[in-house]
């Protein structure tokens, strides 16, 4: 009886243990940055200081500074870690590349960031330039490097950090098809993300880790996929598909955290718009017995940093002459949302494929594609200025004309089409031509119902086996965004036309005020 007594006894002084062994972390996180050291507006794109002082601003890095030193302060234990995608977005990645967002990320004592998409998007270089300056780890598990001589030994596929007395590990994925959203070069092969992360999650577990966090720039699809088809993941901050989570709006794609297969999966919108705290406790065997938390806006009630402001105007005053002066003038404002402009005809993409094909057309060009996933804000009503447009189009892309089949243009189409239900960017805003497509057929599988060409005041039907004249972006033109049927040395291409910004603002100021419109080039049947 005594030594039942004993045994009870020394179970219950366990059980108290253990309850005292637990252990809690706030993860605090960032994604889709996109260089918005500045606030933004409610369209993503920049706000001036007039709007920011009657609080209609979002963001900026002088709020950041803020709320994660009040988030710190109120946390027992504490990282802050980025979801990919910090590089381009605005006229500060454009002339200084990746020093803002270094500078910018030491300053708020980033632990660790995986790799976007767009870190690559002016190759290996640059990229290794921003690892050189940068005080925490950059992490991608899903991509062999090896070959890569500028990025071999400089990013590491997981790492482990200690915070609290507890060790932590983080694994960083990118996504899988980076070679055709970005420049990553020949040298560098992309992998699928699940045996990456299991593979880095098993060395980790066997190093004694057992509080694991995956920083995934895939998408919130993905990491639920990652989630349900991996074992030893606690937590995964995601990135890419810029995907609001919350709890208490009506607007998030699902709850904060979206928990599958045990894991938690959390992502905080894209811009600083929003910085996630998620409160995780672990018990003492590293498993996740509570989360919880919501991403928090960046709004005028957070205080921006005085000295972050400061150092954020002295950066500006090379971009201001460029960015302030007023191109033209917009009758209403211009939908460039990505929600709608990656699944249908948008305003932004009927003003660039305009813009793009007006340009173009007495060299005998009859068509426009382009993709969705280079129009990266709306536009407010007013006036413009090249700022607004650079925002829009921040990737210095120039126009290529190329010569292709009518069946190569509906085989384009249907990759464009080929990726709706994920929200890709792949989805064609297109000119001089309509098209209809069918989404209860399978991707690639002949979801381009019907094509029609503009001849003379009316349309029609296009022609598989006639030769027609294209206008697109260099960026599609070589294989972007799965456009592999635009590239190669036949198709008689010139690739080094005028800057697409340009050609956009140009054309803004020939038809100004503008009137945003939609007239049904693309339908659904």
């Given at each position: 009886m005594l030594t039942r007594l004993l045994t009870s006894a020394a179970a219950l002084s366990l059980t108290a243990g253990m309850a005292f062994a637990e252990y809690k972390l706030t993860i605090l996180h960032t994604n889709d940055f996109h260089s918005r050291f500045e606030p933004i507006n409610k369209y993503d794109s920049g706000c001036g200081d007039e709007d920011n002082a009657e609080g209609k601003c979002f963001g900026g890095s002088a709020r950041l500074v803020t709320a994660v030193e009040e988030a710190r302060g109120r946390a027992e234990n504490s990282i802050l870690v980025d979801g990919g995608d910090q590089f381009q977005g605005s006229l500060f990645y454009t002339y200084y590349k990746g020093k803002?967002?270094?500078?910018?990320?030491?300053?708020?004592?980033?632990?660790?960031?995986?790799?976007?998409?767009?870190e690559f998007d002016d190759g290996p270089e640059v990229l290794r330039g921003f690892i050189d300056s940068v005080d925490f780890p950059v992490l991608m598990s899903n991509a062999d490097i090896a070959d890569e001589e500028l990025l071999t030994n400089k990013i590491k596929k997981s790492t482990v950090i200690e915070v609290g007395g507890e060790k932590i590990g983080l694994i960083g994925l990118t996504p899988i098809d980076t070679d055709e959203l970005a420049s990553p070069g020949p040298n560098i092969s992309f992998l699928d993300p699940v045996p990456a992360v299991q593979a880095e999650v098993d060395k980790?577990?066997?190093?004694?880790?057992?509080?694991?966090?995956?920083?995934?720039?895939?998408?919130?699809?993905?990491?639920?996929r990652v989630a349900q088809e991996t074992t030893g993941v606690d937590v995964i901050v995601g990135g890419h598909s810029n995907t609001y989570l919350s709890n208490t709006s009506d607007k998030a794609a699902g709850p904060y955290p979206t928990v599958v297969n045990g894991v938690q999966i959390v992502q905080a919108y894209?811009?600083?718009?929003?910085?996630?705290?998620?409160?995780?406790?672990?018990?003492?065997?590293?498993?996740?017995?509570?989360?919880?938390?919501?991403?928090?806006?960046?709004?005028?009630?957070?205080?921006?940093d005085q000295a972050a402001l400061d150092r954020i105007a002295e950066l500006a005053v090379p971009l201001d002459e460029i960015r302030n002066k007023v191109v033209a003038n917009s009758a209403d404002a211009i939908e460039g949302d990505r929600a709608i402009c990656r699944v249908q005809e948008c305003q932004m993409g009927n003003l660039v494929a305009d813009a793009m094909l007006a340009r173009v057309a007495d060299q005998g060009v009859k068509i426009a594609i382009a993709n969705s996933g280079g129009l990266r804000a709306s536009i407010d009503p007013g006036d413009v200025t090249m700022g607004e447009v650079l925002t829009v189009?921040?990737?210095?892309?120039?126009?290529?004309?190329?010569?292709?089949?009518?069946?190569?243009?509906?085989?384009?189409?249907?990759?464009?089409?080929?990726?709706?239900?994920?929200?890709?960017?792949?989805f064609p805003q297109v000119a001089g031509m309509?098209?209809?497509?069918?989404?209860?057929?399978?991707?690639?599988?002949g979801r381009i119902a019907e094509v029609m060409v503009a001849d003379g005041d009316g349309f029609a039907p296009i022609d598989p086996a006639a030769t027609y004249l294209v206008v697109t972006n260099n960026y599609v033109r070589n294989g972007g965004d799965g456009y592999k049927m635009f590239e190669g040395d036949d198709k008689n291409a010139y690739d080094f036309g005028p800057d697409l910004a340009d050609v956009t603002a140009e054309y803004l100021a020939e038809n100004a005020p503008y009137t945003p419109y939609l007239d049904g080039r693309i339908k659904q049947k």
């Open positions: 803002v967002a270094a500078e910018f990320m030491n300053k708020l004592g980033y632990n660790a960031m995986t790799v976007g998409n767009h980790l577990t066997g190093e004694g880790v057992n509080k694991i966090i995956v920083l995934s720039h895939s998408g919130y699809g993905v990491d639920q894209a811009y600083g718009k929003f910085l996630g705290e998620l409160n995780v406790t672990f018990d003492d065997d590293g498993n996740v017995v509570e989360a919880a938390g919501e991403p928090l806006i960046m709004d005028n009630t957070v205080t921006e189009l921040p990737f210095q892309n120039t126009l290529s004309t190329f010569e292709i089949s009518g069946q190569g243009v509906i085989d384009a189409l249907e990759n464009g089409v080929s990726q709706v239900e994920e929200v890709k960017g792949r309509t098209f209809t497509w069918d989404p209860s057929v399978a991707p690639n599988e």
